[in-house]
Nanobody, 127 residues
Framework: QVQLVESGGGSVQAGGSLRLACAAS??????????IAWFRQAQGMEREGVAR???????KYAESVKGRFTVSIDNAKKTVFLVMTNLKPEDSATYYC???????????????????WGQGTQVTVSS
């Protein structure tokens, strides 16, 4: 099982930026294909997908973050990044990274496809 550890959360004002990192305890996966996703869960809300990237470097985004968030992967550092710009108060949530050892998980991004989860990092955006 791969251990994923998020970092980079914090408190910012609206319009600010943060970069989250998701570090894998080992190579992302020992497979040729995988998907790493970012989910978030605000208090009292259901967890939702934010962005995901596959082993070919293809990213997908939720409509609410398109144009503001960028997901990238550094295979050498075994880390996936989520750069968040122009943050809004509604972006406040606990952000989780999750991994799946198959590239197809990135097609739909359903939570049940992901087998490994980090503990989460808090993002708070004030108005």
């Amino acid at each position: 099982q791969v251990q994923l550890v998020e970092s980079g959360g914090g408190s910012v004002q609206a319009g600010g930026s943060l970069r989250l990192a998701c570090a894998a305890s080992d190579s992302p996966y020992s497979y040729d294909s995988f998907c790493i996703a970012w989910f978030r869960q605000a208090q009292g809300m259901e967890r939702e997908g934010v962005a995901r990237i596959d082993s070919d470097g293809r990213g997908k985004y939720a409509e609410s973050v398109k144009g503001r968030f960028t997901v990238s992967i550094d295979n050498a550092k075994k880390t996936v990044f989520l750069v968040m710009t122009n943050l809004k108060p509604e972006d406040s949530a606990t952000y989780y990274c999750a991994g799946a050892p198959w590239i197809a998980a990135c097609a739909a991004g359903r939570q049940e496809y992901f087998t490994d989860w980090g503990q989460g990092t808090q993002v708070t955006v004030s108005s």
